[in-house]
């Protein structure tokens, strides 16, 4: 009995439309210049033919594409999901046992959340999950990735960066998070932001090790006081 291969998005991508692409590019040579002594009708034909064909490949990577970006994205904020959020996590980490580079894991979680969507609704809940992520967003530097990890919990993979740059970001997050939200209704609500900080170190092999440490911070953070971060190493905040 033979078992069913289901493929990711990316490798789909990868291993079938892209490869089919190029070997189309090179079949297309072939024939016309197979083709160049036949008559004219036969080679508008023949070339007619490889266009409809080639269509139908871009068309399916397109489409292809179009996949890939739902699968890895979070349909009501448009960040990062778990699963990309995941993939780039443990890609940074294998780069910085590699190469000894810095980098910082951040875990996210929304204080006053429920009540929103307890008084006000989950509409309105779903406003506030897209305001704050604009806002996380506009305080992130190109190239770190921020993920909904879902329900109100963020993650932020902050590469090449200090204690100090990791420490500075999560005051900007709790800063800007804290400011009131005025809901398509004409509500104003307001939601704080706790977060717990995880630098790498050597003695980290594993995700689960990283998003442990993280965690543990972002306990001690809800603690002792919402709306503050704190960062796991030696636990000084």
């Not at 266009?51 to 009501?76: C, F, I, M, P, Y």
């Not at 806002?135 to 879902?150: K, N, W």
């Not at 594993?206 to 442990?212: A, K, N, Q, W």
Request: charge should be negative.
């Amino acid at each position: 009995m033979q078992a069913d291969v289901h493929l990711a998005p990316d490798t789909v991508l990868d291993t079938v439309l892209d490869p089919a692409l190029d070997a189309l590019a090179r079949l297309s040579a072939l024939a016309l210049s197979a083709c160049a002594q036949r008559p004219p009708e036969a080679q508008q034909q023949t070339q007619a033919d490889l266009h409809t064909v080639e269509q139908a490949l871009l068309e399916n990577q397109q489409r292809g594409h179009r996949l890939q970006t739902l699968a890895l994205s979070d349909a009501l904020t448009g960040l990062s999901n778990r699963v990309h959020f995941e993939r780039a996590l443990a890609a940074e980490l294998g780069h910085a046992m590699r190469m000894d580079s810095p980098f910082t894991l951040l875990l996210l979680d929304l204080d006053g959340f429920k009540a929103i969507n307890d008084g006000f609704g989950h509409a309105a809940g779903d406003e506030v999950l897209r305001e704050v992520s604009q806002r996380i967003t506009q305080q992130m530097r190109q190239g770190d990735v921020l993920a909904r990890l879902g329900g109100d919990e963020f993650g932020i993979v902050m590469r090449d960066g200090s204690d100090d740059e990791a420490k500075a970001l999560a005051r900007r997050i709790v800063k800007a998070v804290s400011h009131p939200i005025t809901l398509s209704s004409g509500d104003v609500v307001g939601v704080g932001v706790s977060i717990g900080l995880a630098a790498y170190a050597d003695s980290i092999t594993s995700v689960r090790t990283l998003m442990g440490h993280a965690d543990q911070a972002l306990y001690q953070a809800k603690k002792q006081n919402e709306h503050r971060w704190k960062m796991f190493v030696g636990m000084r905040a």
